[in-house]
Structures are given as structure tokens and as C-alpha cells.
């Protein structure tokens, strides 16, 4: 299974992006996608997942990032407002699931880069 994200890019603080992730492959049911995120010289941490049809948020990104619930088939989108300087990372989107010959899969976007600044 691939996955491949955009929407990522340049912003100024306060502003708002939507990064998407789409997975590619003969999938027969997903566990749950999210979002990561890794600014430079840090870990990469967990953003927000979605997962049986709930969401959860972490708390430094809660009321300014948000996964729509109704999203298109094999399709994340990460919505993200009120940006701030330190929201500046690659930000990674991640599938786990079944395939369809019952195999598991977790995969992992190529990352894209969100640049909040003036």
C-alpha cells in the first residue's frame, strides 16, 4: 500500500493549510490513518487519528487541527488553522489496514514539508 500526501507549502502565522493523504492499493479494510509530524531536531510525534470512525486529537494541536469526519474513500485530510511558528515540521501521514490477500499493512507518506513564518 502507498501512500502519497500533499498540499503542504508556506504559510504566515494565523494562517490555515489542508494537507491530504491518499493510499494506493488493493485495500480491504483500514484500521486507522493519521498524521504525524517532525520538526527538525526533534522526534516524530503523533498530530491527530482517526480510527473506527472517531477521532482524536493531541492536545497541543486540539481546537486548531481537526480530521474531517466525512472523508473521501481512501483519503485524510488534516485540517489545519490558526498555524504558529512552531507548528513548523514535516508533517507525515500513516495507513494501517488489511489487504485484500488478508496481509497487514502500515504505511508511511513521503512527508510534507508545512512552513509557518513571515
Known amino acids: 500500500v502507498q501512500l502519497v500526501g500533499s498540499g503542504g507549502g508556506l504559510v504566515q502565522p494565523g494562517g490555515s493549510l489542508t494537507p491530504a493523504c491518499t493510499a494506493f492499493g488493493t485495500i480491504s479494510k483500514f484500521i486507522g490513518m493519521g498524521w504525524y509530524r517532525q520538526a527538525t531536531g526533534k522526534k516524530r510525534e503523533l498530530v491527530a487519528i482517526t480510527r473506527g470512525g472517531s477521532t482524536n486529537n493531541e492536545a497541543f494541536v486540539k481546537g486548531r487541527f481537526a480530521i474531517p469526519r466525512v472523508n473521501p474513500m481512501n483519503t485524510v485530510y488534516l485540517q489545519m488553522h490558526s498555524l504558529a511558528p512552531e507548528d513548523t515540521a514535516v508533517y507525515y501521514c500513516?495507513?494501517?489496514?488489511?489487504?485484500?490477500?488478508?496481509?497487514?499493512?502500515?504505511?508511511w507518506g513521503q512527508g510534507t514539508q508545512v512552513t509557518v513564518s513571515l
Open positions: 500513516n495507513a494501517r489496514g488489511y489487504e485484500s490477500n488478508r496481509e497487514t499493512f502500515d504505511s
